[in-house]
């Protein structure tokens, strides 16, 4: 990957968002998708590192539970419900528009 290559030292979520930010294109899809930093970057990209470092997954009730005690870790706030049920757009935590709506009813579960 080119934008991996361009990270300088150690590669961690605080790096290759650096990286990811020096790249015109993906920096605009960056900022399509609400992470107007690369800061914001680091941060989307922790999340992810943590969840395979802690070893959580979510419940079918949108709970965080870590694999290791098989307990919930992290209770589901309505919002986190809202999410995992594609309810809600993400970026603005405001329910889709009708046209967004169907063709998210349209994936398969």
Known sequence: MDIASRVDGEFNANSFAVAMWSSDDTRQRAVQNGMETPEKIRIYLQGIVDIYSNANIYDEES?????????????????????????????????????RQDQMDKLPR
């Open 63 to 99: 709970n965080t539970i870590s694999t290791a005690t098989g307990k919930v870790v992290e209770a589901a706030t309505a919002k986190s419900k809202q999410h995992m049920a594609g309810s809600i757009d993400t970026k603005t935590q405001l329910p889709h528009s009708t046209e």
